[in-house]
């Protein structure tokens, strides 16, 4: 609702949404229950993630409105078809953020949005850091930086990516402009990326 146009389209009957990196199915079972019209297609490369999610959809009585699939999203037959994009805590933990940034406004209607919600870091880095970014910092050296170097070639982000880098990544990829949304949130911080 912070952005109107958005819950105007996500409003509508036929409204379609992508969830990329969509894992256990949360975020889209959570878009699914806010918008009755809309339909939610999750997507995700791993494939227990994608159990679990078809599970939650079910369990919450969404299955018919909540499409989670292993699914690369640089699928040509999806481009064009979204009248929002997303991807929710994830563009950080990716190998190629680029190349999913791309393949997300391939996604998107002419007139769609694509969001990202990704850590509320510092944006720049200060010593010592603040409570958070410490925080962030565990996370990335234990788990989000290990699981991003995984494959090969990496861009080896990890979980503090600062405003700067993500603005970089989707330039990169072709958006003309990111946003920082104003939304509050003591944890994340939501960009909007315009074609």
Known sequence: PALPDVHARLSAPGARVADIGCGAGWSSIAIASAYPEATVDGFDLDEASIAMAKAHADEAELSGRVRPEVRD??????????????????????????????????????????I????????????????????????????????????????????????????AYAQEAGFARTEVLSIDDPAFRFYRLWK
């Open 73 to 114: 999203a640089a699928d040509p037959a999806l481009r064009g078809v979204y009248d929002l994009v997303v991807a929710f805590e994830c563009i950080h933990d990716l190998s190629q953020p680029v190349a999913v940034l791309r393949a997300m406004g391939d996604m998107a209607a002419d007139d769609g949005a694509v």
């Open 116 to 167: 990202v919600m990704d850590e509320r870091t510092a944006d720049t880095f200060e010593a010592p850091g603040g409570d958070l970014d410490r925080l962030f910092y565990g996370w990335s050296v234990l788990l989000c930086l290990p699981t991003g170097m995984a494959d090969a070639p990496s861009a080896a982000t990890g979980t503090v990516m600062r405003p700067a880098q993500l603005e």
